[in-house]
Nanobody
């Protein structure tokens, strides 16, 4: 089993920044994908970004809505993935979830992610 624990959410004014962290523990995989999704009230959970590590190469993908403002990164030594969010907008307000897929696919679908964190609230005021 894998446990994912997010932290770093909070309240910030529009234009501000936050950094989310997702610490992973438990079973490890040689190839995997970690992602951030978000879910606003009354909306479906949507893809934000993911990082695919195949052992030699790392790929990063972003939703168009956050491209150029958000950055995903990974610290292998700490088994932690980060989401640096700059230029935050009120429409970024949501619960942000960290997810892991042991398949190593660059998928934006929630269905391929087997492990999820509990979520952390991000609120951006205008």
């Amino acid at each position: 089993q894998v446990q994912l624990v997010e932290s770093g959410g909070g309240l910030v004014q529009a234009g501000g920044s936050l950094r989310l962290s997702c610490a992973a523990s438990g079973r490890t995989f040689s190839t995997y994908t970690m992602a951030w999704f978000r879910q606003a009230p009354g909306k479906e959970r949507e893809f934000v970004t993911n990082i695919v590590w195949s052992g030699r190469t790392t790929y990063r993908y972003y939703a168009d809505s956050v491209k150029g403002r958000f950055t995903i990164s990974r610290d292998n030594a700490k088994n932690t993935v980060y989401l640096q969010m700059n230029g935050l907008k009120p429409e970024d307000t949501a619960v942000y979830y960290c997810a892991l897929s042991p398949r190593g696919a660059a998928s934006r679908s929630t269905s391929v992610y087997d492990y999820w964190g509990q979520g952390t609230q991000v609120t951006v005021s205008s």
